[in-house]
Structure formats: structure tokens, C-alpha cells
């Protein structure tokens, strides 16, 4: 049989889309182990052989031997592809060739360590990566694992070694498995292997003797190894149960679920149910089930369910709190999807009469548990059972007696004005609308004695004798029962219809609220907008006042923000928080630790460590928290965890950008200034030296030839010089720009006049559309920018071609374009030929890579635009556009 929920369209298409997800990959094989040196490597390689042996097209990417012949000799006969290598570092390192194997497409690919961190210079920065593109290019892999590289494993790992692991793989590349091998060997078979020299050189493994490799640790591995599959394997019967739709529980582990309610008896129950579950070495879980009737629990027998399920947590249980209309239904449902082997409840102490008007939860349990075996506690006989398990008296007021008597009256001199016009049998129709008038509004108690006054009411006015109870036709008492047959259960089942709707309400207002706050912090990367938005959410589910702790660099806490206006927490206990932070466990107000305190405090559970400590004011008249509404406010405060963390992440990686490119940028500046300064530095030397020598024979011609030498690279060391000094000026923040209105004909006359290092006699011809056009600019700066895109001109194209520069109005802009005939700039270099210590490729190019940077500082200070275009007939096209409207002086900011 099917539940509801396998039968649901939505379990169906989840099915459909995992199913159309996995057609068409390869599948996955970990050969799974505790530690290295327990023959996983040895074992896959037997299986290929074996894969091989029966037809099947196996390749061998990548395989560690370390040395050891038998494994050596098991790769004899299977095709290997050749590695790749890689040098860093002066050192070559041989890696998996991935675009190999992805042309080379076998049916399976054995690739070892998984968990490998690859040299620099690979695709991928880890081996697993690589595997998981094979599997999605349709490839089947085997690979090996040792239980120390599982990521969720990694705190435990250390904890137990006390060394920390660096090479990880994430637990949804194992998830990814189809088979998981476990690869076992006694920790004593080991050592020995370990002394005689199998799985490491002698001294290498002496030294894994007295640290990883001790034997309490390979114990301590060697269970988690065994623990790890063994919870991979439950979860493959899970997921196959559900892919052939089978419905009853496979207890091949012991699973306890215990049901609990308000009941005095259900303390009692837990304790018995952990005795249980400590005798038989099994997990146990506890369920609430909360039904519409338990909107009306009294505040009694919601804080005996909210003490329960702590004690449950307590004792190391896991807690559901499951909503549904049958107790017997949720718990038998959730017994099921969970592989529960044993159901333990209360013995039911209501008295045998209600259990047979109301029905009974164990009776109904037991009914249809199926094979699951159901365990029933007797309670202790002094135990206060006023509280019945699975049912909650609800307090009407009595306000709504009188309404529900007042209703009745009025539809009784309703049907009084119908009965000229209308039959008796439509006058009990005004009845039954009363009824479910006051049902709807007024609840249930209300509603039945709604229904028995109208019945009253319908005989003592219109039937006859009237006036009376009395019944002159014996017809008419079927009519009474009927009517008040019909009246009971539409009073119950309009209760009902609203009690599924409060409850319906409380989940739609708790999914909505954490859809919200992961809405608006996945909006958002600032740390104290991400702080804002959540307190402020808290603040509204909660009804509470709020206040975030952050810690300094010596793990203190301090209030980081506190909600807005009345929202904020004043009242804080700095201990509390600092317990909290160090423990990871709430405490405070409404649980069991330093409940004295005034707030709840809530540890902000991070990836790796505590974010900080969330603190939530509760009102004086809701200071019990339910487990559920304690594991909401945990949700929310680990999605504010991990958004703040995200949002730390992305600031690292920001400023390891940052540093990265200005690392780049310095090596790019020291290589500019050690080649273009030492260059002419050396010829000056060289010139110098020979002028100084005083037995050179240097005729006049060649003393002026060297003298002339010295000058022009004199001048261009100056130039270079330069260059460094305006791109330090034009990017410092604190530059300010003198502008005034300039003549734009005299700015590019003085540009081409101040061209001292390139001969350019009658190769610029200038082009202006108004040669009384004027930009409001900072004179020198702008001429500093012709002067850099004038001479970058004249030093890529031929001495005997020309340089255009035109100018013209377009909107509030002046375009001035400088244009050559040149070999033109390439789209790589277009990209980036304006950034700083960029040179183009052409063979012309020299220098430091500074002077069109500096162009682009100039031009962007004076809100201005620079960019390049080909030219029709070749060459390129350098164009900036400044604004036309004069202005004053002003600060770049």
C-alpha cells in the first residue's frame, strides 16, 4: 500500500525529475575504507579485472600504487592512459588527464584518491571534480575513499586524532553513489601490514605508528567507517522502498518512536522509552501530534507537551512535532517513512465509556500498526491524570452561550413569520442555519446546545399541541431525532472544518515566515542589512524584543544591533550570551538553563564555528517555548548564520581579489620599471663611461653622438618617471580639478607643440567643426591626455602616414577622436589596452603600459568618456568625449 504522501502528484514528479536527472550520467563506486593501507585500491582493481574479464570496456586514469607490487601486478593487462604533467615550483607533478579520458569516453574509469588535491595548473582544483564531469559526460567511475576525507565527518576526525585533514570531499559527491564497498581490515592485520613495510616505506610508517596510525585511532576510524555505510546503506533501502512503493517498514535495525501528548503519563513513557532504546542499542525519536483539537489545549497542557519533548532532547532523542487529524494516522505514517521497528505509547487512562465514544489511540495503533510492534507503558499510580492523552478540553466563554441562546430566539421568530408561507419540514431548515451559524462562530459547546434548544424550540412552537411539550402525533419524535441528529453533526463538522483551518493558518504563517526572511537575506550581502532584516523578522513572529551578539577577535561578545524602535532588547545578560557562544546551546528564559534570565538566547550556528548570539524578549505571558517554536527560532537564527557567513565569504574572496590584483599589479609595475628604467639607465652609463675614458680617441662627431645619446635617454627615463608620478596623481582620491573654459583648438595646438621626443612635421592634421569650440577642463591634465594618445599614435604607425584629430558637437558633448592609419588593436587587447601596464602586441610597442591609463584617469576625473574604435580603411580610432557646459572647480571624490 501507498501513503497519501508516495501517492501525492508532487512525490510522483519528484521521483520523475530524480530519475530524469540520473538518465543519462555514469554511476558512481567509492571503495570505501577506514584508513589508507586496508586494500581499497587492491579491491577495485580486482573488481575491473573481473568487469573486464566479462566485456566490459575498463580504462585506468589514474591509480596509486605506492610502491606496492601486488597492486602493481593487478594493473598488468588493463589499458592506462597516459598523465599529464604539470611543474610548480621547479617540481613535476603527474596528474589525471581528465580530456583524455572524456575523448577517449570508456565505460569505466577507475580514478584513485578521490579526495586528491590536483597540482597547479589543472582544471580542477580537486579530484573529485574531475570525477563528478565524468559522471555528468555519461561515464561510470570507481573510485576510493578513506572515511577521514568525508567533509560532515571532519570535526569528529579531528576531535579523535588530533590532526586536522585538509583534502575533504563533499557529502553530496558520495551521495552520488550507486555502491559504496566498504573495505575493511582488524586495526591489529593492519599494524602489522603497516610494520612489514605494505603500506608505507619503514620510516614513513614508523612515524604513522606513533601519530595517525595509532591503534586507538584506526578503532575510532575503523566504526566510523562502519557506521558511514552502514547509514548509506539505510538510505539506498529508503530510497528503493519509495522507488518500488512499498509502504510497510523493513526493520532490519531496531527504531524506536515513542508518542507522547499532554498526558501527566507522558514523562513516564519517555524515560521507559530510553531504557528501551539504551537496552537494544537503538535510535528512538519522540512525536507530538498536534490535531485541530489541540488549538484549544489548555496552558496547563501545553507546557506539560513543551517540558515533555525537552526531556525527550534531553535524553538524546530526536523530536517531531507532526500536525495531521488522527493521532493514530500521523504517528503509524511517520512510523513508516522512518523504518520504525517499535511504537511505544502511554496506557490510555481515560475511562472505558469515553474510549468508546471517542475512540482510542492505542486501539487504533494497534489496529493499524501492521508488523510494527507496538509497546504500551503503564504510568506511575499517584500520577495526576486530570489531563487525558490525545484530547483537550476547550473553555468557551460564557458570552457565547448567551449568543448561541440569542440565535436561537431570533430564528425561532424567523420560522414563526415562515410558517403562513411554508411546510414545518423548511421551517427546521432556518434551524439548521442557526446551527451552523453558531458553530462557525461560537464553537462547539455553543453549537450543541444550540441544536437541542432548537429542537425544543421547533416542538413547544409549531407543533401542535402548541405551546407545549407535549406531542399529539408520535410521527413527529422521529422528526426530533432526525433534526437533532442533523444539527449534532453539522455543529461537529462545522467545528471541525474551523479548527483544520486555524491549524492550517498557524503552518501557512510559519512557512510564509521563513520563506520571507530567506527572501530577504538571500537579497542582500551587507552585514548590517543582513542583521536589520532578521531581527526584524524575529521581532515580528515572535512578538518579542531583539539583540544580536557579535565577537571580537578574542572570541568577547558585544550588542552588535538590537531590533528597531520598540523591538530593541535593552534588558541583555552578557553571561548568558558568552554560555550560549561557548556551549552552542540555547538557554535563558523558557528552557532549562539559566531560565532566571530575561531573554532567550540563541547561538548563531555558522559552517565551521558561532557566528554570534541571537537574544529574543519574550512577553511575560509566553515564556514557555514550545520545542517547535524553539526549533523555528533556530532556523532562523542558522539562516542568519549562514547568510552572515556567506556575506563574510564573499568579502574574503573580495579582498583576496583585491590583493591578488594588486600583487599583479606590483609584479607588473616592478617588471615596467625594471626593464623600461634600467634600459636607458644602461645606455647612459655606457655613454657616459666611454665620454670619461681618457684614452677614447672619440673623434667630435661621435663625442656629440653619445652626448646626443645621454640626452634622449635622459628624456625618456623623465617621461617614464613621469608617467609613474601622473598615474599616482590622477588616481589619488584627494585630486582636485582647477577648470576653466578652454579653448579647444589651443589645448590640442599645445598637445602636438609639446611632442618633443617624435618627429611629426606635417603627419597631424587637425580638424575642428568650430574652431572657437571651448570645454570647461583642467587645461594641463586634458593636454597631458592628447599629449599620451598623439605620441601612442605616432609610435605604431609609419613615419610617412598621418594623424587625424577631428572634434564635434553631439548633445552636451564634444567628441574629439584621434585617429591613425596604423596596424590597428586587436579585440583581445581592446579589452584591456586602457589598463594600467598594458602593452599591445605589436612590435612597435614599448614603454611602461602607463600612458593610456593615464588617458582614462583623466578623462573619468572630468566625468568624461574614453574608448576605441578600428578605423574603416585600418588602423584605430582613440575618442573622448567631454562635457560641453562650463563649470567650476570641484573635489573627485
Not at 558637437?809 to 596596424?823: H, K, L, Q
Amino acid at each position: 500500500m501507498m501513503t497519501a504522501d508516495e501517492r501525492s502528484p508532487d512525490a510522483f514528479l519528484a521521483r520523475a525529475k530524480e530519475e530524469e536527472r540520473e538518465s543519462g550520467k555514469g554511476r558512481l563506486k567509492i571503495f570505501f575504507g577506514a584508513v589508507a593501507g586496508v586494500g581499497k585500491t587492491f579491491a577495485m582493481l580486482q573488481t575491473a579485472r573481473r568487469l573486464k574479464a566479462d566485456g566490459i570496456d575498463v580504462v585506468v586514469g589514474y591509480v596509486e600504487t605506492h610502491g606496492r607490487k601486488e597492486t602493481a601486478a593487478l594493473l598488468e593487462g588493463l589499458e592506462q592512459l597516459p598523465l599529464s604533467k604539470f611543474n610548480y615550483r621547479e617540481t613535476e607533478h603527474l596528474e589525471f588527464d581528465l580530456d583524455l579520458a572524456l575523448k577517449r569516453r570508456p565505460e569505466l574509469i577507475l580514478v584513485d584518491e578521490l579526495a586528491h588535491t590536483n597540482a597547479t595548473g589543472a582544471r580542477h582544483k580537486k579530484r573529485w571534480q574531475d570525477v563528478e564531469e565524468l559522471l555528468d559526460a555519461g561515464i561510470d567511475v570507481f573510485t576510493t575513499l578513506n572515511v577521514q576525507h568525508v567533509e560532515s565527518l571532519h570535526d569528529l576526525v579531528d576531535h579523535i586524532t588530533g590532526i586536522p585533514v585538509q583534502e575533504r570531499v563533499p557529502d553530496s559527491i558520495i551521495e552520488r553513489a550507486v555502491d559504496i564497498e566498504l573495505v575493511d581490515l582488524p586495526p591489529d592485520e593492519l599494524i602489522n601490514r603497516l610494520k612489514e613495510g605494505k603500506v608505507y616505506v619503514h620510516d614513513r610508517a614508523m612515524h604513522a605508528l606513533d601519530n595517525f596510525f595509532r591503534k586507538g585511532n584506526l578503532i575510532a576510524l575503523r566504526e566510523l567507517a562502519l557506521r558511514a555505510t552502514a547509514e548509506r546503506v539505510e538510505a539506498q533501502m529508503q530510497q528503493y522502498k519509495l522507488s518500488r512503493q512499498i509502504n510497510e517498514p523493513w526493520p532490519t535495525t531496531e527504531k524506536i518512536l515513542v508518542c507522547v501528548g499532554p498526558s501527566p503519563l507522558s514523562p513516564t513513557v519517555v524515560r521507559a522509552a530510553r531504557r528501551m532504546a539504551a537496552g537494544l542499542r537503538a535510535k528512538w525519536m519522540v512525536a507530538y501530534v498536534q490535531t485541530p483539537h489541540s488549538t484549544y489545549m489548555s496552558e496547563a497542557d501545553r507546557n506539560r507537551v513543551i517540558q515533555t519533548m525537552r526531556l525527550a532532547e534531553q535524553l538524546g532523542a530526536e523530536t517531531r512535532e507532526l500536525m495531521g487529524r488522527s493521532v493514530s494516522e500521523e504517528i503509524v505514517k511517520c512510523a513508516r517513512q522512518n523504518n520504525v521497528s517499535k511504537i511505544v505509547v502511554g496506557k490510555p487512562a481515560k475511562p472505558r465509556w469515553q474510549e468508546i465514544v471517542r475512540g482510542s489511540v492505542v486501539d487504533e495503533l494497534i489496529r493499524n500498526s501492521g508488523i510494527i510492534d507496538v509497546y504500551v507503558i503503564t504510568g506511575e499510580k499517584n500520577s495526576d491524570t486530570t489531563s487525558h492523552f490525545g484530547y483537550s478540553k476547550r473553555r468557551t466563554k460564557f458570552s457565547h452561550y448567551m449568543k448561541a441562546l440569542l440565535t436561537v430566539a431570533i430564528f425561532t421568530g424567523l420560522a414563526r413569520l415562515m410558517l403562513p408561507y411554508f411546510e414545518p419540514s423548511n421551517v427546521v431548515m432556518a434551524y439548521m442555519l442557526g446551527v451552523v451559524i453558531i458553530a462557525t462562530y461560537y464553537g462547539r459547546g455553543p453549537s450543541v446546545m444550540a441544536s437541542i434548544l432548537s429542537v425544543a424550540a421547533f416542538d413547544f412552537f409549531f407543533v401542535p399541541p402548541y405551546l407545549t411539550f407535549a406531542v399529539s402525533d408520535t410521527q413527529y419524535l422521529i422528526t426530533f431525532a432526525v433534526m437533532l441528529t442533523v444539527a449534532l453533526v453539522i455543529s461537529t463538522l462545522t467545528t471541525r472544518v474551523k479548527q483544520h483551518a486555524e491549524a492550517a493558518r498557524q503552518r501557512e504563517q510559519r512557512t510564509y515566515a521563513l520563506y520571507a526572511i530567506s527572501r530577504e537575506l538571500s537579497s542582500t550581502m551587507d552585514l548590517e542589512d543582513i542583521v536589520e532584516k532578521g531581527l526584524s523578522h524575529i521581532s515580528e513572529v515572535f512578538h518579542g524584543q531583539t539583540a544580536l551578539y557579535l565577537p571580537d577577535d578574542k572570541e568577547s561578545l558585544s550588542v552588535f544591533a538590537r531590533g528597531l524602535g520598540r523591538n530593541a532588547l535593552w534588558s541583555v545578560d552578557q553571561g548568558v550570551a558568552q554560555w550560549v557562544f561557548r556551549n552552542r546551546k540555547p538557554a535563558g528564559a523558557g528552557t532549562d538553563t539559566l531560565p532566571a534570565a530575561k531573554a532567550l538566547y540563541v547561538p548563531l550556528l555558522g559552517y565551521k564555528k558561532v557566528i554570534g548570539v541571537l537574544a529574543v524578549g519574550l512577553p511575560e505571558d509566553d515564556r514557555m517555548v514550545s520545542p517547535d517554536r524553539l526549533h523555528l527560532l533556530e532556523t532562523f537564527a542558522n539562516q542568519i548564520a549562514t547568510t552572515c557567513e556567506r556575506a563574510g565569504l564573499t568579502r574574503e574572496n573580495e579582498k583576496a581579489r583585491l590583493q591578488m590584483r594588486s600583487e599583479q599589479l606590483k609584479n607588473s609595475l616592478l617588471s615596467s620599471v625594471s626593464h623600461d628604467l634600467k634600459t636607458p639607465l644602461a645606455t647612459i652609463a655606457g655613454a657616459a663611461s666611454t665620454l670619461s675614458d681618457k684614452d677614447n680617441n672619440l673623434t667630435q662627431d661621435q663625442r656629440m653622438s653619445l652626448a646626443r645619446e645621454i640626452c634622449e635617454q635622459a628624456m625618456r627615463l623623465n617621461k617614464q618617471v613621469s608617467n609613474l608620478l601622473a598615474i599616482t596623481k590622477v588616481e589619488a582620491p584627494e585630486l582636485t580639478l582647477a577648470k576653466e573654459d578652454c579653448p579647444l583648438e589651443e589645448i590640442i595646438g599645445s598637445a602636438i607643440s609639446a611632442l618633443e621626443e617624435q618627429p611629426h612635421d606635417g603627419r597631424i592634421i587637425v580638424q575642428l567643426e568650430d574652431p572657437s569650440l571651448e570645454v570647461s577642463v583642467d587645461e594641463s591634465l586634458i593636454q597631458q591626455a592628447f599629449i599620451n594618445l598623439l605620441d601612442n599614435a605616432l609610435k605604431h604607425t609609419q613615419s610617412d602616414s598621418t594623424i587625424k584629430v577631428t572634434a564635434q558637437t553631439s548633445g552636451d558633448e564634444v567628441i574629439i577622436a584621434i585617429s591613425d592609419n596604423g596596424p590597428g588593436i586587436s579585440d583581445k587587447d581592446k579589452a584591456r589596452i586602457f589598463d594600467k601596464f598594458q602593452r599591445g602586441e605589436s612590435p612597435r610597442s614599448e614603454g611602461s603600459g602607463l600612458g593610456l591609463a593615464i588617458c582614462k584617469g583623466i578623462v573619468q576625473a572630468h566625468g568624461g568618456r574614453i574608448w576605441i574604435e578600428d578605423a574603416p580603411k585600418g588602423g584605430s580610432i582613440f575618442k573622448i568625449a567631454l562635457q560641453r557646459i562650463p563649470g567650476t572647480a570641484f573635489q573627485v571624490a
